[in-house]
């Protein structure tokens, strides 16, 4: 279980995420997280995954995998 310091970025990557949701399909906060970074699997309203991270130098967007088709 991760202690009170490391839930600081899960906790503003979900604020954060919950402020967007009405551009996002949906996120997800991956179980991994630390005292330094959070990561979130996000879903645009337009089908692409993306990864966010939020550590102590801030938010970075990664590519996930390739957009999905409805």
């Known amino acids: 279980m991760a202690s009170l310091s490391s839930s ?11 402020e967007q949701a009405f551009g ?13 970074e959070a990561t979130a ?8 995954n993306i990864r966010v991270s939020l550590n102590t130098r801030g ?4 590519s996930h ?3 999905t088709h409805s």
């Open 24 to 36: 996002l399909t949906r996120y997800e906060i991956t179980g991994r997280y630390s005292a330094h």
């Open 59 to 62: 938010y970075r967007v990664n």
């Open 65 to 67: 995998h390739s957009t």
């Open 8 to 18: 600081f970025y899960h906790n503003e990557l979900t604020r954060a995420l919950s």
């Open 41 to 48: 699997l996000v879903t645009l309203l337009e089908g692409t």
